[in-house]
């Protein structure tokens, strides 16, 4: 199949779903371009800059934040859907707020506020990032949030339990909830970011931890892909090493990896047979990685798993903001004057309090933390005192 052969199965922002509060239409963009341009402007893009990866923020500049990490996946997406003929405008939206609803320190603070939320609901980063667009952003006169199509709403919402999709159809009937329902997919623009979102991730948490000085180039080796990679390389620059030998290895990678998405998507929508949008969402997912590359991805994230993100110094960094996100909770439940006046007054307090806090950025959340307890919960715990590659790559700065 030809460069931009799903046109056909692309949405169209003129077939839009539309807005939760109908709008005029914009006179010189279109649907898509103008969710985009309402996600970059909003508040909570702005948080994602200190907002942590992997790796705690205050450990140096040049890891992944939220925020560059889905400009990555803006960049994967939209250049892949150019090449497939889906819609970029949209991709780009759904890449860029796709993280909005990310509590600060990453995972453990996402499980750390979910088990205080536990009696009162839960709390989950997909349905936060949708709550952020569809009602805690206040910039507009006429509704609260950014009153997104809901093509980007649906993309956004990349995973919900039954439990939780029961509620929003409720809420909404026939909304973002249904798909989970009825097990149906989203767009193919949804279904790449997604693809995008895995390629961005792994192949940066490959380049965060060797900077880190957690991870060593050698282990790479371990994993064939990484080995073939380097190889390649290397014959072609027999006097390659270092970081830049590294950073070759993560360019051919991601290379490799959109490469195989897009033969391996062509090859699946041909096979479906769908001849428009609607078809390809009952077509079951379309956009994907072949079955051998989907293998080799998976023992990627298996090794980032073992040796990165469980490794002892990421565990203990963790451990301490877990610490900051309960301390910070019982707190606010107990003097709920402390936050900010818009949520101390709101009368649904957990879940006030769970806004407040997913909306913090690391370095707010330890000065509240500091404020609060008078202690520095990350004392004594910091990559920078790693005898590694990660100071030098530090002191270097990245291309
Ligand atoms: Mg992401």
Not at 165 to 178: F, K
């Amino acid at each position: 199949m030809k460069a931009g052969g799903l046109k056909a199965l692309a949405s169209d922002p003129t077939h839009s779903r539309g807005r939760r509060q109908p709008e005029p239409a914009a006179p010189n963009r279109n649907d898509y371009q103008r969710d985009r341009d309402r996600v970059v402007h909003c508040t909570a893009f702005r948080r994602l800059v200190y907002k942590t990866q992997v790796f705690l923020n205050h450990e140096g500049d040049l890891f992944r934040t939220r925020l560059t990490h889905s400009l990555e996946v803006a960049q994967l997406a939209r250049s892949m859907a150019r090449s497939l003929g889906l819609h970029e405008d949209l991709v780009e939206a759904i890449a860029l707020a796709h993280d909005l609803g990310h509590t600060p320190f990453g995972h453990a603070g996402q499980d750390a506020l979910h088990d205080c939320m536990r009696q009162h609901g839960g709390f989950e980063h997909n349905l936060q990032s949708l709550r952020v667009v569809d009602t805690l952003e206040e910039r507009y006169a006429a509704f609260n949030g950014l009153n997104l199509c809901f093509e980007t709403r649906e993309g956004i919402l990349k995973h919900c339990s039954v439990r939780h999709a029961q509620e929003l159809e409720q809420q909404e009937p026939g909304g973002v909830g249904s798909r989970f329902l009825a097990r149906t997919q989203p767009s193919l623009e949804a279904q790449l970011c997604n693809l995008a979102d895995e390629i961005a991730y792994n192949a940066h948490d490959i380049d965060d931890g060797v900077r880190s000085g957690l991870l060593h180039v050698e282990q790479l080796n371990d994993l064939a892909l990484l080995r073939e990679l380097r190889e390649q390389a290397v014959f072609e620059y027999p006097a390659l090493a270092g970081r830049r030998l590294l950073f070759e290895m993560v360019r051919r990678l991601i290379n490799l990896l959109v490469a195989d998405v897009l033969a391996a998507t062509q090859e699946a929508a041909a096979v479906s047979g769908a001849s428009d949008a609607g078809e390809a969402r009952r077509a079951g997912p379309l956009v994907c990685f072949s079955a051998p590359m989907r293998g080799a991805t998976d023992e990627l994230k298996h090794f980032l798993m073992h040796h990165l993100y469980r490794h002892d110094q990421v565990m203990a960094s963790m451990a301490r903001a877990k610490d900051v996100v309960r301390e910070l909770f019982v707190t606010y439940e107990a003097l709920p004057q402390r936050m900010a006046p818009g949520f101390a007054q709101r009368p649904d307090r957990h879940r006030a309090i769970a806004d407040y806090i997913a909306g913090m950025t690391d370095r707010f959340a330890l000065k509240e933390y500091a404020r609060w307890t008078g202690r520095d919960a990350m004392a004594g715990l910091s990559l920078a005192g790693t005898p590694a590659a990660g100071v030098a790559f530090a002191a270097g700065g990245a291309a």
